[in-house]
């Protein structure tokens, strides 16, 4: 069946709208179930006991990023998707009743729950979900339209944290969840009943996680990317925790219960109008100038910023500083720019290196970042641990600034490899380094005559005939 230009942009349009609108839902119930989660556990348990609940949330996340791995190239995702939704609306309600107890330990579930659900929900089961539905080249050209949808949902789960909590006691607000599932739950089935997705995936023997780890270095040696993917996810999540250990130490000390929920329902609000504004401002247009392989240094660098600000003056105002840094900043130009760099892996390979890299190996490195903050807070002061973490953003920077060349090469081997479509260079043209020539001149001198054909087209729309 035959569409023109038109019908396609329609169904292009509609598809995207419906992605951009389960972002908003996503982000709505994260945040909602972040601020109760996070607001709950300072007030009752402590901020110095969050160490340890880091190293929880690392060994409980393992063996769930395990699962999904096995799973996540062989099912239907949005199935996955609505059944995790699912899954969560119990999870919610045995919570509500748990927290009856008015224990400790009540407090350390509900924060490992509702932290895994942010990184599992944002960092892998929708980014895996988008590959479904837009070819990297599309995925690229909208993924700041995504970072503005999310800021939306941020938005719009901040409101209702901060509204709520005028209402209800903010373990009471927990039961407002399941309203916010159900309408994800809807949206997906919509999706899946009216939008085709570019390959369906099917049921294959499973790979257990070992082998999916010995099969990494051997990957690896094809698309180096895939380590610096892997490096990065790991001193990201360091970086994260350790940032969140001393903006929640700062606030910790201001607050109280109730007054704890309304701010950080104020701090969504403002993260979100924050970006929004870059991604539209600044994200976006220097994606199309600079390009994802000159963008990836970015992030780094405003980190080290925020860090200098609290160094200079630790308090409230640069403990804000980081938190918008490590929130607004992240989602508005560390995510969409990550997420691209997975363009140049083949779509065969995306969602195992996701699970593996933005799944366990970020689960390990959350382990280890509970774990050293655990012994840091008993022998370094809040200032040096903040020294210390401006050291690993160093380190992140300079695992940032190679993977440019990395994600140029991988571009390559994908055209040698017949992975892209050469015909979407029309509407989304791929910008290809000058090294990129030799791989053209390697389809040019292939003694197949199709492959010849394509090294010209791809000269041709290069503007490189020769």
Request: proline residues 5%; aromatic residues 12%.
């Amino acid at each position: 069946m035959q569409f023109d230009r038109p019908q396609w942009t329609q169904i292009l349009s509609d598809r995207l709208t419906q992605l951009l609108l389960l972002a908003a839902t996503m982000l709505s119930y994260s945040v909602l179930g972040m601020a109760i989660g996070n607001s709950l556990f300072v007030s009752y348990v402590g901020a110095e006991h969050l160490p340890l609940a880091f190293v929880l949330i690392g060994l409980c996340s393992m063996p769930a990023y395990v699962l999904f791995s096995q799973v996540v190239d062989r099912y239907s995702r949005p199935r996955l998707f609505r059944y995790v939704l699912l899954g969560s609306m119990g999870v919610v309600l045995g919570l509500r009743l748990l927290l009856t107890q008015d224990a400790p330990y009540a407090y350390y579930i509900l924060l490992i729950t509702v932290f895994f659900q942010w990184d599992f929900h944002n960092n892998v089961l929708y980014p895996s979900l988008l590959t479904d539905y837009f070819t990297p080249l599309e995925y690229k050209r909208y993924a700041p339209y995504v970072g503005i949808a999310q800021a939306v949902g941020t938005l719009v789960g901040g409101g209702l944290a901060v509204l709520l909590s005028h209402y209800l006691r903010t373990r009471d607000l927990l039961l407002c969840l399941p309203v916010v599932f159900a309408l994800g739950i809807v949206q997906l089935v919509y999706l899946e009943s009216s939008q085709r997705q570019l390959s369906t995936t099917q049921s294959e023997p499973p790979i257990s996680v070992l082998e999916s780890l010995q099969g990494f270095p051997e990957l690896v040696k094809r698309y180096p990317l895939a380590l610096f993917l892997a490096s990065s996810s790991f001193l990201l999540v360091i970086i994260y925790i350790s940032s969140e250990f001393l903006w929640f130490n700062i606030y910790g000390a201001r607050f109280s219960d109730q007054a704890l929920t309304a701010f950080l329902g104020l701090m969504r609000i403002a993260i979100s109008v924050v970006q929004i504004m870059v991604i539209y401002g600044a994200t976006r247009p220097l994606l199309k100038t600079l390009g994802v392989a000159q963008m990836n240094p970015v992030y780094p660098l405003t980190t080290l910023v925020s860090f200098g600000g609290l160094i200079a003056h630790f308090g409230l105002s640069a403990a804000i500083g980081l938190h918008i840094n490590g929130d607004a900043l992240y989602k508005a130009i560390n995510l969409p720019v990550h997420q691209l760099n997975y363009n140049a892996i083949p779509r065969e390979f995306i969602g195992r290196i996701r699970a593996l890299s933005d799944g366990f190996i970020y689960a390990i490195g959350l382990t280890l970042a509970g774990g050293l903050l655990w012994v840091c807070e008993t022998h370094l002061s809040l200032l040096q641990i903040a020294w210390g973490v401006v050291g690993l953003t160093v380190a992140l920077l300079a695992v940032r600034i190679p993977m440019g060349r990395f994600y140029a090469s991988g571009l390559e081997e994908m055209i040698r490899s017949n992975s892209i479509n050469l015909d979407e260079f029309e509407t989304y043209p791929i910008p290809l380094s000058p090294q990129s020539a030799e791989a053209v001149r390697e389809l040019l001198s292939d003694p197949d005559r199709y492959t010849q054909l394509k090294g010209l087209e791809l000269a041709a729309r290069m503007n490189q005939p020769e």
